[in-house]
């Protein structure tokens, strides 16, 4: 009777730590990983296009959330990270500019918009590659 006990107690453990395991997200980012994500993101910076450059912050932010450990699309991986995130809903507006320039046909992205994206992209990086 007590061997059951023990079992059951360790298979109860076993279960919450598998459970723990795969909830948990990473806090930090390796350091090499880091610097290869802060050199795509100087690289999008970069860009003559102000489209382009939308999309290609946007895709760093989406490595860099990948790298804590959230899965999904872009948009799942931000309602997951959304607690953590300062300016959330600004992301979110960034967001949609990018899926504006990637589907819509004819879109014109201005300085200004390219700018405004890319402050609220540069809250991802900034407060996880620092």
């Not at 390796?30 to 450059?53: C, F, G, H, I, T």
């Not at 809903?89 to 990018?98: D, G, P, Q, T, V």
């Amino acid at each position: 009777m007590h061997w059951m006990l023990l079992l059951a107690g360790f298979a109860i453990a076993s279960l919450t730590f598998v459970i723990w395991a795969t909830k948990r997200r990473r806090t930090k980012i390796p350091a090499l990983q880091k610097e290869r994500l802060r050199s795509a993101w100087d690289a999008a910076l970069e860009l003559k296009s102000p489209a382009q450059r939308v999309l290609d912050a946007e895709k760093v932010c989406d490595a860099v959330l990948k790298a804590l450990d959230y899965q999904g699309t872009f948009a799942e991986k931000l309602k997951q990270a959304a607690p953590r995130l300062h300016h959330a809903e600004e992301l979110w507006i960034a967001h949609r500019l990018r899926n504006s320039i990637a589907h819509d046909v004819g879109i014109r992205v201005t300085e200004a918009q390219s700018l405004r994206a890319l402050q609220a992209f540069a809250q991802i990086v900034h407060q996880f590659l620092s």
